[in-house]
């Protein structure tokens, strides 16, 4: 099991009143809900692995380098992403309460989760499931492996479980074809721009026609018109820089330099008397009981 981290604890920010707090005033909802979220998961789940993937760099520079609007609108000052007041004193807290239960947590410098994750799952020799509220992961679902998204849009207690046939049925795709078609898209949540004129239907009717980007990419620049909708071939030739230049951005890397750790999912916490001292200091014993009572079992 892979969990999208930041997602995950930005969700649960949002979710739960800043008024839970720990016993000094300082908010933990983003903590207490990450922490329920992964209990609830792992009792219906049962992984036997585990990572909580996390954002070294949120806004790595060979993407900003390709696309320079890459998630510009995100950022409060320098490098640093624009998050709230109140969240950002937790994710320390939250990074420590994992490292004490044992949770693997796994950053790599000049890499997002997103790419953490995409290396765990194609390196896994077993099933994987991603846990996220990410679109953009729909891009590693792959049915053989298996690999799917365990997509919280819904909420964590009412997943929606993406495979190729969800991303089929949604976008009207080829199940691994995601990322060509969030490439030709864009999303302007994350600064990417897409083809201009070029919407979900076209994009899908150009995957569909040509079975991936490289090979739409490659009719394009033979010149031919054949199985171009009607106008999308010169807006896709406007759009050529960007055709070249986006697919390194959208897809998420698969050769991060992950480190060696421990992902088994841990039946004791690595280190009780710091887990109680942070439970103690800010207010977790109800949450914490909750996930020690799971991992037991």
């Not at 909708?229 to 330099?257: M, Q, S, T």
Request: aromatic fraction near 6%; hydrophobic fraction near 45%.
């Amino acid at each position: 099991m892979l969990l999208d981290t930041p997602s995950l604890y930005f969700r649960a920010f949002y979710g739960i009143p800043e008024s839970v707090t720990s016993p000094d005033g300082m908010p933990v909802n983003a903590v207490r809900g990450l922490l329920d979220m992964i209990a609830t998961l792992v009792r219906q789940h049962s992984p036997a692995q585990i990572v909580a993937c996390m954002d070294a760099d949120w806004r790595p520079a060979f993407r900003v380098a390709a696309i320079p609007s890459y998630k510009a609108h995100r950022v409060a000052s320098g490098d640093e992403e624009e998050v709230p007041d109140t969240l950002a004193p937790q994710v320390p807290v939250i990074e420590e309460v994992l490292d004490a239960l044992g949770i693997a947590r796994v950053g790599v410098a000049g890499y997002e989760a997103d790419d953490v994750i995409g290396t765990y799952a194609t390196a896994a020799t077993g099933a994987v499931d991603i846990v996220t509220g990410d679109r953009d992961l729909f891009q590693l679902v792959d049915d053989e492996k298996p690999c799917r998204a365990l997509y919280t849009v819904r909420g964590i207690r009412n997943l929606q479980i993406v495979d190729e046939a969800f991303v089929r049925e949604k976008y009207g795709i080829p199940g691994r074809a995601y990322a060509d078609f969030a490439t030709l898209r864009g999303d302007p949540s994350d600064g990417l721009p897409g083809v201009a004129g070029i919407g979900d239907k076209t994009a899908a009717a150009l995957i569909t026609r040509f079975g991936s980007l490289s090979a739409l990419v490659a009719a394009l620049d033979d010149g031919g018109a054949d199985g171009f909708p009607a106008g999308a071939r010169n807006k896709l030739a406007a759009a050529r820089d960007y055709l070249e230049v986006a697919p390194a951005v959208v897809r998420v890397a698969r050769d991060a330099p992950v480190p060696d750790a421990d992902i088994t999912l841990p039946a004791a916490p690595r280190d009780p008397e710091r887990l109680i001292a942070l439970s103690e200091k800010h207010g977790l014993d109800s949450p914490l009981n909750r996930l020690l009572a799971t991992l037991t079992q």
